[in-house]
């Protein structure tokens, strides 16, 4: 008879299990672009806003790390498609981000107003971005901006003609890696296309859920989400509305499960981590919990710290860009508004009936018919599962950001997982021969495209405003300045480090 040390040992392999196809991929091309594209807003930062003789040790540092782990990892220096596949997932991303408001092509959503402003002060202002200098100290714009960077830097050099165009290129290129970066099909055909349709698709059901708690069908194309004072925002609708938090958090969280089997995993770590916090913090956040598996899973196996293969340039690298990064995210952080959802809520009577039905529409019902699907990565899944389970009982910031970013990582392994069990029912002899749950899968899966096809429709149809930058985003807000954009910067040590601020320009004219 098997003892209780036994089954904790089955069961400690099942959690730790993992995708042998496309969790142990060496790093490649498409590793290094991911990571390049994530560097890059970070370079910008250190030198763009750093004195002078500070930026130039701090970039080399950090691009000194990366040179060691390309070096050490023995990257494969292809990319895993066949041409006509690449060609297909390129135009896919590209086409995606058409509808979103990176590039004022068609309608943009509200969110895209004061997005564009911080867009504009970026551009229009040297760095640091101060709005106001008052008690003796500049006020000066730290939000999550690194999405910007490099746009910005295009403004800066060519002008704001530019700019829009350089902001839906540098959005496009993200979006078309996190697509490559995913486990899909590496040549064209039809379930390639199938898949990508699941990406862009991919939501929670509410449209269903906007019938269960009102009894009415929703009036398209109004937005669907918030339905309840709880969301999920579908991919689309993430990239839509928030591509400078959803970019890095989707790229990070395919960057892991790709290699967090391989034994250059924790170097990338290192590296990588560090690197998001400018872009947003939340991404780093989002993304440790499914590390502390993947460490589990490295200590399981009988290796040590020793074996994590790091430099003392990627350590300092590490270090120094997460001590700077955090320092100027968390300037008066304490102004931030945060309570648990519960006191929050406007009807507390109703709280737990709302919570149930949110999480059933929202991923529950995908997730118990999922759950007897998996064949491995049952600890990415529970843990997904768990988070999301959890994320709704405390919100933090105005529109409740710990929900909208935190479920991010959760939710694209949830897609990754998904995406794994139809590449295997494709691949099966009787492929036309499916379980009951792959039908029941595709109609949640079809369910819930409504969500990203009503973003779609409504960017096509709405009326296109043109971006403004003749304002800041302080004047637009035209409530103080708001703390979730603006600190005091009054930490001596940054006093130190950053060159003086600069004040942002007010009712200036377009360029």
């Given at each position: 008879m098997a003892g209780p040390s036994s089954a904790w040992q089955r069961?400690?392999?099942?959690?730790l299990s993992i995708d042998p196809e496309n969790s142990l991929q060496t790093p490649d091309l498409l590793t290094v672009a991911a990571l390049v594209y994530l560097a890059l807003?970070?370079?910008?930062?250190?030198?763009?806003?750093?004195?002078?003789?500070?930026?130039?040790v701090t970039v080399a540092l950090l691009a000194g790390s990366m040179g060691q782990f390309m070096r050490r990892a023995d990257v494969q220096w292809r990319q895993p498609y066949a041409l006509p596949a690449l060609l297909l997932i390129v135009a896919a991303g590209v086409a995606w981000c058409?509808?979103?408001?990176?590039?004022?092509?068609?309608?943009?959503?509200?969110?895209?107003?004061?997005?564009?402003?911080?867009?504009?002060?970026?551009?229009?202002?040297?760095?640091?971005?101060?709005?106001?200098?008052?008690?003796?100290?500049?006020?000066i714009l730290r939000s999550?901006?690194?999405?910007?960077?490099?746009?910005?830097?295009?403004?800066?050099?060519?002008?704001?003609g530019h700019m829009d165009l350089a902001l839906y290129l540098w959005t496009a290129l993200g979006a078309t890696l996190f697509l490559l970066l995913l486990p899909l099909p590496r040549h064209a055909g039809g379930l390639l296309l199938l898949m990508l349709t699941i990406v862009v698709g991919f939501s929670g059901m509410d449209f269903l859920g906007i019938v269960l708690i009102t009894g009415d069908t929703p009036v398209f194309p109004l937005r669907l989400e918030w339905w309840l004072p709880f969301s999920y925002p579908s991919l689309t609708g993430q990239l839509y509305w928030g591509p400078n938090h959803a970019i890095a958090l989707w790229l990070v969280t395919a960057l892991f499960y790709r290699h967090w089997g391989h034994r250059s995993f924790p170097a990338l770590v290192v590296v990588i981590l560090p690197m998001l916090v400018i872009w947003t913090p939340f991404a780093v956040a989002g993304i440790l919990p499914f590390v502390g598996i993947a460490i589990a899973r490295w200590f399981s196996q009988g290796r040590s710290i020793r074996d994590w293969n790091l430099t003392a340039v990627q350590c300092l690298a590490a270090a120094m860009l997460t001590y700077l990064s955090v320092r100027v995210l968390t300037l008066d952080i304490a102004a931030i508004p945060s309570a648990p959802s519960i006191e929050a809520a406007p009807n507390k009577d109703g709280f737990w009936l709302n919570y149930l039905v949110f999480i059933l529409m929202e991923f529950a019902i995908l997730a118990v018919l999922l759950a007897r699907e998996l064949r491995h990565s049952y600890g990415l899944f529970w843990l997904a599962v768990a988070g999301l389970t959890l994320l709704p009982f405390y919100q933090y910031g105005p529109s409740n950001d710990t929900m909208l970013r935190l479920s991010t990582p959760c939710l694209v392994?949830?897609?990754?997982l998904t995406l794994d069990r139809v590449n295997a029912w494709a691949s099966k002899p009787d492929r036309h021969r499916l379980p009951a749950r792959a039908w029941a899968i595709g109609l949640v899966l079809l369910i819930g495209a409504n969500t990203p096809c009503n973003e779609m429709w409504r960017a096509a149809t709405f009326h296109r405003i043109p971006p403004n930058y003749g304002l800041s985003m302080v004047e637009y807000h035209g409530k103080g300045e708001p703390p979730h954009y603006v600190g005091r910067l009054d930490k001596p040590v940054l006093l130190f480090l950053l060159r003086t601020p600069s004040l942002i320009p007010t009712h200036r004219q377009q360029k």
């Open positions: 069961l400690r392999e099942r959690l807003p970070s370079l910008i930062f250190l030198g763009g806003w750093l004195r002078l003789p500070f930026a130039v058409v509808l979103g408001g990176a590039g004022h092509f068609f309608y943009a959503n509200p969110d895209w107003i004061i997005r564009d402003k911080v867009f504009g002060d970026l551009t229009l202002t040297p760095w640091p971005a101060a709005y106001s200098f008052s008690d003796g100290y500049h006020h999550a901006f690194g999405y910007f960077f490099p746009a910005a830097v295009v403004g800066k050099l060519f002008g704001l392994i949830l897609l990754i």
